[in-house]
Structures are given as C-alpha cells and as structure tokens.
C-alpha cells in the first residue's frame, strides 16, 4: 500500500498551491479520502474528507471556501486546490485513506507546504 503526496512548496501569502496524492497497492474506490495537516508543536487537524464515490465533501471551518478536495477515481488521486493561502496554513499536509472502524488507514509521508513572503 501506497499513499505519496506531492505538490507542496513555497508560495507566498495569496497565492495557490494544488497538492496531489497518488494510491497504489488497495481498491481506492472503497475508501473516503482525506487531507490533514500539521504544524510545528501543533497536533495533527483534519483539512477535508472526500467521500468513496466523489459525491460528498467536507471541510474544516477555516479551509471552507479556500480548499477543494478532489478525486479521479480512473487515476487513483486524490487533489487539494488549496487558494487565498496564508502563513497559517503553513504545515506538512498529509493524506489518509480511511475505510471505516473495521478496517486498516492508510497514509502518506506528508508533503511540506511553506506560506511566506
């Protein structure tokens, strides 16, 4: 099982960062998908969840309307439009694949995304 994200960075406040994660080794199709993210000494926060299908999304109040998460269920993917960045939302962003309480999560190393000028 494989969780690898990617398109993290520096970018400056304002701007836009797409982060991707890539699902290799389960039936991705089965899972919810998640972004989380985390700060230096701070605990690990829920950014968005993406349900099996596509058809439901939920976010975190402060993300609402900044964020989107996406999913190509043909590409195993899972995206996170991340716009209006601010320093804040510096932290290594995360992703989780998760299939219920019965089941094992997965995930990701965690990509670094930096907001600064």
């Known amino acids: 099982v494989q969780l690898v994200e990617s398109g993290g960075g520096l970018v400056q406040p304002g701007g836009s960062l797409r982060l991707s994660c890539a699902a290799s080794?389960?039936?991705?199709?089965?899972?919810?998908m998640s972004w989380f993210r985390q700060a230096p000494e701070k605990e690990r926060e829920l950014v968005a969840t993406i349900s099996s299908g596509g058809g439901s999304t939920n976010y975190a109040n402060s993300m609402a309307g900044r964020f989107t998460i996406s999913r190509d269920n043909v590409k195993n993917t899972v995206y996170l439009q991340m716009n209006s960045l601010k320093p804040e939302d510096t932290a290594v962003y995360y992703c989780r694949a998760d299939r219920g309480p019965y089941y094992s999560q997965y995930w990701g190393q965690g990509t670094q995304v930096t907001v600064s000028s």
């Open positions: 080794g389960f039936t991705f199709t089965w899972y919810d």
